[in-house]
């Protein structure tokens, strides 16, 4: 009991710590307005794989991928303590998971309303995506937090925030390409 204890403070902070830096929801709430009018844009692309690659875009959304390195004294208390790699990955994967959901659900939501067409595949790529994008950010900022900044806007502007979106944005291509791969692999075996 304890130790959920301990997770759900950690979570509680996070939410805290967003509540206080208006700047980290300010790019919370622009990703929303991106998911918002990203379907228009992408719907004249081709169906299933269009929904992935806005899967993969909105996964820019770094501010919450960056909560360790903005705080020092966080990043101190976590690395300090005993057991602390497990008591902070967890809801460190469970905060950045509830953000990109939420932004990829408004995008589903979007996308049905003005192109139609999701799938049960669609809705289980949206979980993937938002579980895949929240791992690899707790991943990196736990073994490479970015240390080397002084004031925020260096901590804003590092290149290895960008990463996790690469990663995802090379992955909504390779999964976009799947379903034609598979009649290829079916002629071959």
């Known amino acids: 009991r304890v130790k959920s204890g301990k997770r759900a403070?950690?979570?509680r902070y996070f939410f805290r710590?967003?509540?206080f830096h208006r700047n980290y929801m300010a790019n919370t709430a622009a990703m929303s307005a991106v998911a918002?009018?990203?379907p228009f844009f992408l719907g004249k692309a081709a169906g299933q794989s269009a929904v992935f690659t806005g899967f993969g875009i909105l996964s820019l959304n770094t501010p919450v991928c960056i909560l360790l390195s903005c705080d020092r004294g966080l990043e101190q208390?976590?690395?300090f303590l005993p057991g602390?790699?497990?008591?902070f990955g967890i809801p460190c994967v469970q905060f950045i998971f509830l953000c990109n959901m939420a932004v990829n659900v408004l995008f589903?939501?979007?996308w049905q309303i003005q192109n139609g067409g999701l799938t049960v595949?669609?809705?289980?790529?949206c979980v993937?995506?938002?579980?895949q994008s929240a791992v690899l950010s707790a991943l990196l900022e736990w073994f490479y937090p970015i240390r080397s900044w002084k004031i925020e806007s260096d901590l804003w502007h590092h290149p290895r925030k960008y990463a996790v979106p690469a990663v995802m944005l090379l992955l909504a291509g390779a999964v976009s390409g799947w379903p034609a791969v598979l009649p290829v692999l079916s002629v071959l075996l």
């Open 77 to 79: 208390a976590v690395r």
């Open 108 to 110: 589903l939501c979007s």
């Open 121 to 125: 595949l669609t809705a289980a790529a």
């Open 9 to 11: 403070l950690l979570l």
């Open 84 to 87: 602390q790699k497990r008591a």
């Open 128 to 131: 993937f995506f938002a579980l």
């Open 36 to 38: 918002l009018v990203l």
């Open 17 to 19: 710590y967003m509540g």
